[in-house]
């Protein structure tokens, strides 16, 4: 029973792959292991089957989307030339076609990540230098607004251990939800805290509600801020790929408050002292 509960705790700490051994020596032992390890391996089919049926819609979408998307940008360069109600359709369509977009981007990745179908390429790389090319990809790549980056002491060349792309999608996410919700980033500041590197992002908005801060990497949580009808919409997913990544880099993510009075994401990621042979 004792191996049968620790198991039970890696299971849900995520650990797919726990099993009992079986004992064919002692029969109700045995019997006990065969049932909980039957029950894993169907909990695991069942999660590779819902991932798999998710990839594939998905995927089945991004054509027909693709299509939408320039049809959208073919319009954009007649827009003046529509009426006042037909403009404010074009933006709204504009708009939802958008957000339809990265809702199946990010349905796709976690999808695969669930899977197990997501390459990790984990490199040692400079915290510093990554989170500047990252900035300047959202900035180019995705039109999000440039933000200061702070170096604090200690930080340059320190390396963690990340896949580039991944990190750069945690960082893109963190940017724009700044840019949707919170009035913009204002700066990202990195730091040391004993064995790990720090990376804050602060945004000038109002902060987030202490019970959002609870819910708000859980997939389709969108926040209170997200019912309102003025705000911009998003996806729900951007900041569960934040956390689902960061996890991977052994790392973790959480929201404070900045000292702006504005929301601050903070990542902890371990460093790496020196770079493998």
Do not use: W
């Not at 995520?14 to 909980?36: Q, Y």
């Not at 009426?83 to 933006?91: G, H, I, P």
Request: hydrophobic share 40%; charged share 25%; net charge negative.
């Amino acid at each position: 029973l004792e191996v049968a509960s620790a198991a039970a705790q890696r299971v849900a700490a995520g650990e797919l792959d726990t099993r009992i051994p079986e004992d064919p020596k002692n029969s109700e032992v045995a019997t006990l292991a065969t049932s909980f390890n039957t029950m894993i391996e169907q909990l695991v089919l069942r999660l590779q089957r819902d991932a798999r049926f998710a990839g594939d819609v998905s995927h089945e979408l991004r054509s027909p989307l693709t299509t939408l998307s320039n049809a959208v940008e073919v319009m954009r360069h007649s827009r003046d030339e529509l009426t006042v109600e037909a403009r404010s359709a074009f933006d709204l369509l504009a708009s939802d076609v958008g957000t339809f977009l990265v809702l199946v981007e990010d349905l796709l990745e976690i999808a695969r990540s669930d899977a197990g179908l997501s390459a990790m390429n984990l490199e040692p790389v400079a915290l510093d230098e990554l989170v500047r090319q990252c900035v300047r990809s959202a900035v180019q790549r995705h039109e999000l607004r440039d933000v200061p980056v702070q170096i604090g002491d200690g930080v340059s060349g320190v390396l963690v251990n990340v896949d580039r792309r991944r990190f750069e999608r945690v960082m893109t996410n963190l940017l724009d939800n700044a840019q949707r919700y919170g009035g913009g980033a204002t700066a990202i500041r990195l730091s040391t805290r004993e064995d790990r590197l720090v990376v804050d992002v602060d945004d000038a908005g109002a902060g987030i509600d202490a019970h959002d801060r609870e819910r708000i990497f859980d997939r389709f949580y969108r926040g209170t801020l997200a019912n309102d009808r003025g705000m911009a919409r998003g996806s729900g997913l951007g900041l569960a790929l934040v956390a689902d990544h960061v996890a991977h880099f052994a790392g973790t993510v959480s929201v404070l408050t900045s000292p702006d009075g504005g929301a601050r994401f903070e990542i902890l990621l371990p460093r790496v002292e020196e770079e493998p042979s």
